[in-house]
């Protein structure tokens, strides 16, 4: 067995590595646990942002993330998503929730996911309606 990883981070600020990025408060807990080269390891991420906000406010809109994936250490060519949750919105009020699974390898990238309670404000923060139809989906 290869072993057991885990790693902590508190307040990390992604605008602290590259200008474009943006301003964050991550604390971040992650495990990894392993049988074997041949056995799939099991990777889990859990992530609070306590400054999310909005793009155009240079803030990552995301105040939460967990993630479960998998993979063997002889092949990481190929990555299942068992899980992932992320809650939208700002450290004052959620926007909505993405959930879903999926698998990559380098030929492709498949990935299923659900919406719930998205919520849109305009630019001035008041409410918008979803367009009924979208010509570009």
């Known amino acids: 067995p290869l072993g057991d990883l885990q790693a902590r981070a508190r307040s990390f600020d992604l605008s602290a590595l590259h200008s474009d990025a943006p301003r964050t408060a991550l ?4 495990s990894a646990s392993t049988q074997g080269l041949d056995l ?3 990777v889990q991420l859990s992530l609070n942002n306590r ?3 909005r793009w155009n406010e240079g803030r990552l809109p995301v105040r939460t993330l967990t993630l479960q994936l998998s993979a063997r250490p002889d092949d990481p060519s190929q990555l299942e998503v068992k899980a992932f949750e992320a ?5 004052r009020a959620g926007a909505g929730r993405v ?6 390898n380098p030929a492709t990238w498949r990935i299923d996911t659900r919406l719930s309670a998205l919520r849109r404000r305009r630019r001035g923060g008041g409410k918008t309606r979803w367009p ?4 570009r989906c």
């Open 132 to 135: 009924r139809r979208c010509g």
């Open 40 to 42: 799939p390891a099991q």
């Open 51 to 53: 400054d999310a906000g």
């Open 27 to 30: 604390d971040l807990d992650a």
């Open 99 to 104: 959930t879903g699974s999926g698998q990559w």
């Open 87 to 91: 809650e939208l919105g700002s450290a």
